[in-house]
């Protein structure tokens, strides 16, 4: 396994085992990160849009802005692929 997690409450800690990097998840890349581990293969669209429910939070343009900056950063550290 390429990734040891230590989670927290609504956040977590990424250890990659390949490079030695340890990168910080904010509740919000932690709940994506959660989200596309529950659901792999699921298009960005939908993603904002469940996590938007499972929140509580109302979509708005800032949102998705957020949501798509943050799996970027994702996306580019190797913790998820996105189809």
């Known amino acids: 396994m390429r990734f040891q997690l230590k989670e927290y409450a609504s956040e977590a800690v990424a250890y990659d085992?390949?490079?030695?990097?340890?990168?910080y998840l904010a509740p919000l890349a932690f709940s994506l990160y959660q989200l596309f581990r529950e659901h792999p293969g699921l298009p960005r669209k939908a993603a904002g849009q469940l996590l938007a429910r499972r929140h509580g939070i109302e979509p708005d343009p800032s949102l998705d802005a957020e949501i798509d900056e943050t799996l970027e950063g994702l996306v580019r550290i190797g913790l998820i692929h996105l189809e």
């Open 17 to 23: 085992t390949e490079s030695g990097d340890t990168h």
